[in-house]
Each structure stands twice: as structure tokens, then as C-alpha cells.
Nanobody, 128 residues
Framework: QVQLVESGGGLVQAGDSLRLACAAS????????MAWFRQAPGKEREFVAA????????YYLDSVKGRFTISRDNAKNTLYLQMNSLKPEDTAVYYC?????????????????????WGQGTQVTVSS
């Protein structure tokens, strides 16, 4: 079983930056695409960003394009989300997800159902 542990969340002011990290550990299982999702209070979970194993294919939620950057370090089994120019509407619990079913190195997906492992989440709160 793979464990995903997020870190880096916190309370910041609008316009500030945060860098989230998601470390994968546990039994060696292939991890292909990875992604970040978020869930705000009273709202459904939504896709934020996804990245292929190679890092060559990336998708973003429209509202975070130009502000957030997803990246990964496969040697360290770690996924990152650099969040700049944060807005109050970015407030949510952020979850990382990993896909274990084989994908091509350049494939990724924004669909939550395509991911088999999830972290416990890290809270991001942006005050106005």
C-alpha cells in the first residue's frame, strides 16, 4: 500500500505564496500520473492540477492557471504545488492523488476516479 502525505499548508494573506508537497512512501507500487485536488467547506472536491510521470503533460483548473505550478521529483517520490498570488477563494483542503494503473509517461488525467491513492489533505486558508 502506498501512503501519500501532504505538507506545506497554512494560513496566509491574499497575494501570498505557499508550496505544497506530497511525499509517497510504502510498498513499491508504480506511480504514474499524479494530481492535486481541493475541497472547500460545503463544496464538492474539485480538480486543481495534474501531471504525467514524465512531467511533459500538465493540466490546470482554469482559475489557477498562471498562478499555480505543479511539478514532481520522481527520484524523491514527491509531488509539489507552488501556489502564488493566492486568493480567498483558494481556501480549501488540498489533497494529492496518485494513479497506479499503467499510463503512458506522457499521460495524465483530471478525473478523480482515475486515481487510486489519496493523501489525508492539508489545509490552506487565505485571508482577505
Amino acid at each position: 500500500q502506498v501512503q501519500l502525505v501532504e505538507s506545506g499548508g497554512g494560513l496566509v494573506q491574499a497575494g501570498d505564496s505557499l508550496r505544497l508537497a506530497c511525499a509517497a512512501s510504502g510498498r513499491s507500487i508504480g506511480i504514474y500520473a499524479m494530481a492535486w485536488f481541493r475541497q472547500a467547506p460545503g463544496k464538492e472536491r474539485e480538480f486543481v492540477a495534474a501531471i504525467s510521470w514524465s512531467g511533459l503533460r500538465i493540466y490546470y483548473l482554469d482559475s489557477v492557471k498562471g498562478r499555480f505550478t505543479i511539478s514532481r521529483d520522481n527520484a524523491k517520490n514527491t509531488l509539489y504545488l507552488q501556489m502564488n498570488s493566492l486568493k480567498p477563494e483558494d481556501t480549501a483542503v488540498y489533497y494529492c492523488a496518485a494513479r497506479h494503473q499503467p499510463f503512458m509517461a506522457t499521460q495524465t488525467t483530471p478525473n478523480a476516479a482515475d486515481y487510486g491513492s489519496w493523501g489525508q489533505g492539508t489545509q490552506v486558508t487565505v485571508s482577505s
